[in-house]
């Protein structure tokens, strides 16, 4: 029987965010991870904002950044398209994508700098309930071993069996939980370089595609869409796109990613007695970007700091621990929630609709890009908009 204080399932940004504040906060930590290699394979499409790293401490590094963004461009079903870049606006805070394979390694390894213990290609198998915390079972390489621990951190991902096994309703519904499908292609055509663009209506029901560029000829190339939306496969989808678009004419898949993006928002308890669930699993997503590093790394920091202001007070209850919850939704809890009403908006729009509002959005002139800008500017040429959003936003 191996014994710590906190096991951390998932080495994932959330997961190894918990791992590293837990250990900072002088807390003995093991952290976990199903796979062989950390970060792969990727189920991401590795967009992060630079505002996002600054609140998380983490300074910008060449080893995990594989391109700096210079805008967006937005493209409705028609192919109107909305470009906001530096051509167009001053762009005083863009964002990068990331290589995540090396960005998931970088984090994990800040959580051993720490003082966190890693377990790479560990399962979890089972997870029992004790009176002094949670014993979860694991195998590694054929052999089978057990854990005691005090607080158990759950960031196995969107499926998160953990959650669940230690009996929170973590699970999202159906028609919340994105099915995901991407691409890594090279000999792209970009039209501008650095722009993130993104295709909206039919093409991705319920969802939409976005093109991440990588540097030079590469980009992500993806989509989402929401399956009791959609009448294909989203694989379909994301090949019809790749072979009318001018940018993927030539292109050529190296690496294909799939999975599922809850976009529901957080469950009603993302805590227990001796339990924090963080990041996907605790539905820590952004529902109308589908985007969940940022985010779930905030979790992951809230709760490896409470994880070791309870070791230190020898408290693991759930009241004792609902401050973790107190913490995640006072910092980005409005968000989901706002977001989460903007997306069921969206959804009711069709292909002429989202063509009449890139026709009015070609008039706007942008102050800066942001989210919250384009529904603000959203709101002011779309009295639909305006009657479900306005008391939101304005």
Known sequence: MIETDVLVVGAGPAGSTAAK?????????????????????????????????????????????????????????????????????????????????????????????AGAEIKVKTLVTDVIKSEEGYIVTCESMGKEFDIKCKILIAADGPESHVGRWAGLKTSQKAVHMESGIQYEMCNLHFERDGVIEFYFGSCAPGGYVWVFPKGDDIANVGLAVIAPKADKPAIEYLDDFVSKSPITKDGQAVEINVGGDPVGGMPKKIYDDHIMVVGDAAGQVNPLTGGGIISGMTGGMYAGQVAAEAIKDGNYSSKYLKKYDTLVRDDIGHEIKKYSIVQEYLLTLNDEELDEIAAEFQNVNFSKVSTTQLIKNLIKISPKAALKLGKIFL
């Open 21 to 113: 504040h837990a250990a900072l906060g002088g807390a003995k930590v093991i952290l976990v991870d199903k796979k062989s290699e950390i970060g792969s394979p990727k189920r991401c499409a590795e967009g992060v904002s630079k505002k996002g790293l600054k609140k998380l401490g983490i300074e910008p590094n060449p080893r995990f950044i594989a391109k700096e963004l210079d805008g967006v461009r937005l493209v409705s079903p028609n192919g109107t398209d909305v470009w906001m870049t530096s051509e167009e606006i001053e762009l005083p805070e863009a964002g990068y994508i990331l290589e995540r394979k090396v960005f998931d390694k970088f984090m994990a390894m800040d959580a051993a700098r």
